[in-house]
């Protein structure tokens, strides 16, 4: 028996420490498949917390359509250990599918993961289809509002919290540019398809009416709309 024992943690202390580690995962959320990989190779149990995490981005971004619109979405966490933050920034690529780059200190506490904007940002760009480079400012704006309403949505963000954010980013869309004319920027098709959602047109009126004026639009009164306010931001609850 004493031998057996023996020869039993002899072959326990002989298993690579790699053994327990993992590059890549498969994770179903919002009618997708998410295709994790890690630049580094990461404990499952590590891996896990980080797949959680982002099962729930991806639900919460989903939740705008009721799911993501592609089959599977590659998520590559590059680790950047050097960054004090959990998420230095992201960024999505099209070339080869879709994928979304997300530059992670892996160290960092899972929770400082649920509370930073950026994956949220980065999976919102997926909710529209790829728009030409000189209309970069819907893709852009696109993502931002939702960044903010979907994190208070998920209970991350107090709904002044979010709305503070969405105020500050107007404004620095307005100190960006005070006098452009946006003429030469078409978004028309994607306004269409949005309008075709509705059953009342509503962005090609609001571009109508914004595309060619200078400067920037006033958001005062929607930002003090209460019941649209509630409306935006109430928090979702759901099983996943």
Known sequence: MLRLT?????????????????????????????QINFSEPV????????????????????????????????????????????????????????????????DRPIGEFYADWKATHEFSHLLLPRIDWRQRWISEGFASYYQNVLMARAGHYTREQAIAKLTSGFERGRASRPDANRRHWDGKDQFRQFDSQLTAPVFMPLYRRYADTPGFPDVSAALADDILLERIFAVRTSPN
């Open 43 to 106: 404990e499952e149990a590590r891996a896990q917390e980080f797949a959680t995490w982002l099962r729930q981005v991806a639900h919460g971004v989903g939740d705008v359509n009721g799911s993501l619109p592609w089959p599977q979405i590659t998520v590559r966490l590059v680790d950047d250990y050097r960054n004090d933050s959990a998420v230095a920034f992201g960024r999505v690529t099209r070339r080869d599918g879709m994928a979304i780059d997300l530059f992670v200190n892996l």
């Open 6 to 34: 023996t020869a039993f943690a002899l072959a326990i202390a002989c298993v690579p420490v790699w053994a327990n580690l993992t590059h890549h995962m498969e994770v179903p959320a919002a009618g997708t498949t998410l």
